[in-house]
């Protein structure tokens, strides 16, 4: 068993995850976030957007006073509107870059450190080079405009390309091209591997991480359901650990921190955010017995580990 788990990461939880009701930046977001706040399981959270003015101000708070890490995530804003930064369509590009210049605003009023981005929809073999020149160029712009709000961590989060998200980022080797190209030139960029994307990309952690080793920054952990089109959880929708036709289970978790461990990308002089992605999808499921889950799943993981 390796040492405590908070020598090595911020134990976090996606907010708009597990308490969905919230994603679109309204409903109890104040009830839902005080309840993390209070549960000391976790220290760090990772939240949307939250439209009221005077509520993110509370939520700030609330989150400062429970001496909480704080990441803001741009998804709930992009992926409703179908916004892309590596659209070819410049107007459309210039919508998404307009997007998350306004997250980096209330990330920072809500003292977040770092800030989770997704690239935008894959347009192909024909034109995924030239896509990817695009991000880059969007993800600099993003980059540069972060230093008027404190500089967060800019993290660009690995998506799927086959099931679900059809995301540019994507595969490792893409991930991999965006990450070279900005990282010489921006300390304060990073990518996000998400466990549960690993089986949608067809790819095993313990050859992809050290690849992306210099480069990765941040984690998420969750589950997914892929080989069965008809399960209720298929796609990318971040089902309990154990649900039934599931892909990630405690010993793959278990196996992911010792993977982490082994190549130093957690440990006392690192501290990334490792925050898991869950949310109640099925009959009789709530929102307290899934992170109660995912609690339970972290802690024997870790165990085992």
């Not at 939240?47 to 009221?52: E, L, P, S, T």
């Not at 304060?188 to 998400?194: A, E, K, R, V, Y």
């Not at 957690?266 to 501290?271: N, R, V």
């Amino acid at each position: 068993m390796l040492e405590s788990i908070y020598a090595n990461m911020k134990v976090g939880i996606v907010h708009f995850k597990a308490y969905p009701e919230c994603v679109n930046g309204d409903g109890p977001i104040l009830e839902t976030v005080t309840k993390i706040a209070e549960d000391a399981f976790f220290n760090a959270i990772e939240v949307g957007a939250i439209k009221d003015v005077k509520v993110r101000t509370e939520v700030a708070k609330i989150l400062e006073i429970a001496g909480m890490e704080v990441a803001y995530a741009t998804q709930p804003t992009l992926f409703p509107a179908k916004l892309s930064l590596c659209s070819l369509d410049k107007a459309e590009r210039q919508k998404a870059l307009n997007a998350v210049f306004n997250c980096l605003k209330q990330a920072y009023d809500l003292g977040a450190t770092a800030i989770r981005i997704p690239s935008g929809k894959d347009p192909g073999s024909e034109k995924r080079e030239e896509a990817k020149k695009v991000l880059i160029d969007s993800l600099a712009q993003i980059l540069e405009k972060a230093k008027e709000f404190g500089n967060p961590l800019v993290t660009l989060k690995i998506f799927d390309r086959l099931y679900d998200k059809e995301a540019l980022i994507g595969p490792v080797d893409d991930a991999l091209d965006i990450a070279e190209a900005l990282c010489p030139s921006y300390e304060n960029f990073g990518l996000l591997t998400d466990l549960s994307h690993f089986p949608l990309l067809h790819e095993d952690p313990a050859e992809t991480l050290p690849k992306l080793q210099k480069y990765v920054k941040a984690f998420h952990i969750g589950n997914c359901v892929y080989k069965d089109r008809l399960h209720p959880c298929y796609g990318d929708l971040q089902p309990r650990f154990g649900v039934e036709g599931g892909e990630v289970d405690i010993p793959m978790l278990s196996k992911y921190y010792r993977i982490l461990k082994d190549l130093n990308l957690i440990g006392p002089d690192k501290l990334p955010i490792i925050s898991a992605e869950v949310r109640p999808l099925l009959p009789m499921e709530t929102s307290e017995l899934i992170i109660a889950n995912c609690k339970r799943a972290i802690q024997q993981a870790w165990a085992l580990a």
